[in-house]
């Protein structure tokens, strides 16, 4: 199946630093792509929608100018969480939708997660 | 925008028994619905899932209803193994899968051995 891979796997930082956290899709080209945050014993809460060569698209509530986002080429988006502070703490995943070899329909591919603490 | 409820929040089978999990959403636009497992600190796994064509779909011991009608689909797992214990999330999304994902809250379920 496609893969996504998401780089840090895991990260530590100081408040007030910005992280940066990559998402790739590794054998396919994802023109779209989506970003994911999971507080713990959370759901996944959309955060915003990443198009390959124009602006991402927030979610309600999501400040765009804290988590900006950068989907340069087909295969990479990157979110950058900017003057973190121990409440962006969570499990950030992305996604890209691809068809599955299962049927001719598309599904979505998840990246492994990035789990960031923010002390 | 779209608004997804599931229930319950937790669930205890024993094994061997079935489990089932529901879920209702709020635009009729949506069409695609599948159902993830996520085990802790790990991406959504994909189990099952359904497209507003069909009503009904089956893997094995997972199977999946819809009912577009009452914006109401439901997971269904039966001889309930040990390794199912995870949470379960259900989702749906517009353009068969090619949109954003709006999630449930998830279910803790748990199979006592």
């Known amino acids: 199946g496609a893969v996504v891979s998401q780089h840090p796997s895991w990260v530590i930082c100081k408040s007030g630093t910005s992280v940066k956290i990559e998402c790739r899709s590794l054998?396919?080209?994802?023109?779209?792509m989506f970003w994911y945050r999971q507080f713990p014993k959370q759901s996944l809460m959309l955060m915003a929608t990443?198009?390959?060569?124009?602006?991402?698209?927030?979610e309600q509530g999501v400040e765009k100018d804290k988590f900006l986002i950068n989907h340069a080429s087909l295969t990479l988006s990157t979110l950058t969480v900017t003057s973190a502070h121990p409440e962006d703490s969570s499990f950030y995943i992305c996604s890209a939708p691809k068809a599955s070899g299962r049927s001719s329909y598309n599904e979505q591919f998840f990246g492994p997660g990035t789990r960031l603490t923010v002390l | 925008g779209e608004n997804v409820e599931q229930h319950p929040s937790t669930l205890s089978v024993q094994e061997g028994d079935s489990a089932v999990i529901k879920c209702t959403y709020s635009d009729s636009a949506s069409n695609y619905f599948p159902w993830y497992k996520q085990e802790l600190g790990k991406r959504p796994q994909l189990i099952i899932d359904i497209r507003s064509n069909v009503g009904e779909k089956k893997d094995q011991r997972i199977a999946v209803t819809l009912n577009k009608t009452a914006k109401h689909f439901s997971l269904h797992i039966t001889e309930t193994q040990p390794e199912d214990s995870a949470v379960y999330f259900c989702a749906a999304s517009k353009s068969f899968g090619n949109e954003k994902l709006t999630f449930g809250t998830g279910t803790r379920l748990t199979i006592i051995p």
């Open positions: 054998d396919f080209q994802a023109t779209t």
């Open positions: 990443s198009n390959e060569g124009s602006k991402a698209t927030y």
